[in-house]
């Protein structure tokens, strides 16, 4: 495929039409009386021969620069591909009970523990890895909600980001208060909004979110409720996830002497609400409690029904304007040269 980037360059070549026209009835034409003209010799010389093709050699170097102008160009190669795509949001609960060890695996030499938040970013991580075509954006939320990353189809980013994705630890003040208290909170109508808001605008028919808690909602400025009518208007699929039940789960800690002990606490997941909001927006519930539950989940959500997605891909131009533009500039070196040396004018 040949194309011109710079089209418009060739109106160029009409200002040479007057230049032209002017150049030639301004020529001075010299001559002399003599009275027998018999007696002249009508041979032409070479310099007059040279001299008159010099004005067409130097319209043509011009000719050729502006070609040069207007960028010639040939395709290397286009692709047209149709891929089925997808905007899914995943959003995921940072708060503290998300250090729970309940998703750890017994193995010949002991247990090897892991936390519940490592089991999502391996199991996202995966997901992400497998649906290369699909808009994928990640939100995290305690008390507050964070854009990890935008909206994107660049899924190294997205991996890259999940991997720094960690839970916050408490801070205190000299007397031992807890600073950041509503940063450990879980406020899961905000985490739902603002992650409606990510994927509402993008240029798919299937818009998914997939909600990850393990807690309740006890902070936040829009209620949960409100937020899943909100998605339901805006036709957002919401795919919750609940992790673990409710009563103890184990917690790595460190005792009185700086050892790190397994201990357990009181866990409290709203299973009413997350069900609530699925159903609301036609989506769907899983309560998971192992490693090989959460992916069984994430494997049923991306059979979702996808939307078809016509993309065009171009590869890099090939520049040829060098040549054009060198050519140009030999022949306007040439005529001009010609003009000094040989008819001996400066123009």
């Known amino acids: 495929m040949f194309r011109?980037?710079?089209?418009?360059?060739?109106?160029?070549?009409?200002?040479?039409?007057?230049?032209?026209?002017?150049?030639?009835?301004?020529?001075?034409?010299r001559g002399m009386l003599f009275s027998a003209t018999s007696r002249i010799s009508h041979k032409t010389s070479w310099r007059s021969r040279v001299g008159s093709l010099l004005p067409l050699l130097y319209l043509a170097g011009l000719v050729f620069v502006i070609i040069a102008l207007a960028r010639p160009q040939t395709l290397f190669s286009s692709m047209r591909q149709k891929t089925d795509s997808i905007a899914i949001a995943m959003v995921v609960d940072?708060?503290?009970?998300?250090?729970?060890?309940?998703f750890s695996e017994k193995t010949p030499t002991g247990w090897d523990y892991i936390t519940r938040l490592d089991v999502v970013k391996e199991t996202f991580a995966q997901f992400v890895e497998q649906h290369p075509d699909d808009l994928v954006a990640l939100l995290t939320f305690g008390g507050y909600v964070t854009t990890v990353t935008?909206?994107?189809?660049?899924?190294?980013?997205?991996?890259?980001?999940?991997?720094?994705?960690?839970?916050?630890?408490?801070?205190v003040d000299n007397r031992g208060q807890i600073t950041n208290q509503e940063e450990l909170?879980?406020?899961?109508?905000?985490?739902?909004?603002?992650?409606?808001?990510?994927?509402k605008n993008a240029e798919v028919k299937s818009k998914i979110i997939v909600l990850l808690s393990d807690g309740e909602s006890n902070t936040g400025l829009i209620?949960?409720?409100?937020?899943?009518?909100?998605?339901?208007?805006?036709?957002?699929?919401?795919?919750?996830?609940?992790?673990?039940?409710?009563?103890?789960?184990?917690?790595?800690?460190?005792?009185?002497?700086?050892?790190?002990?397994?201990?357990?606490?009181?866990?409290?997941?709203?299973?009413?609400?997350?069900?609530?909001?699925?159903?609301?927006?036609?989506?769907?519930?899983?309560n998971v409690k192992n490693k090989k539950a959460f992916e069984s989940a994430m494997e049923d959500i991306?059979?979702?029904?996808?939307?078809?997605?016509?993309?065009?891909?171009?590869?890099?131009?090939?520049?040829?304007?060098?040549?054009?533009?060198?050519?140009g500039i030999l022949l306007l070196i040439l005529s001009t040269s010609l003009n000094m040396v040989v008819t001996r004018n400066i123009l």
Do not use: W
């Open 223 to 286: 209620q949960p409720d409100k937020a899943a009518k909100l998605a339901k208007e805006l036709g957002i699929k919401v795919y919750t996830i609940g992790v673990g039940t409710n009563g103890q789960a184990p917690f790595m800690a460190k005792d009185m002497f700086g050892n790190n002990r397994v201990q357990y606490a009181n866990v409290t997941l709203d299973e009413a609400l997350l069900q609530k909001i699925a159903d609301e927006t036609d989506g769907k519930y899983f």
């Open 150 to 171: 935008p909206l994107t189809m660049d899924d190294k980013a997205v991996l890259h980001a999940l991997k720094g994705v960690t839970i916050p630890g408490q801070t």
């Open 302 to 327: 991306s059979k979702l029904e996808k939307t078809t997605v016509k993309t065009t891909v171009y590869n890099q131009y090939n520049e040829l304007f060098v040549k054009y533009l060198l050519i």
């Open 185 to 199: 909170m879980t406020a899961i109508g905000d985490a739902l909004a603002t992650a409606c808001a990510r994927v």
């Open 4 to 29: 011109f980037e710079n089209p418009m360059m060739f109106l160029f070549l009409f200002l040479f039409i007057p230049v032209v026209y002017f150049f030639m009835r301004c020529r001075v034409k």
């Open 94 to 102: 940072v708060s503290g009970s998300m250090e729970a060890l309940d």
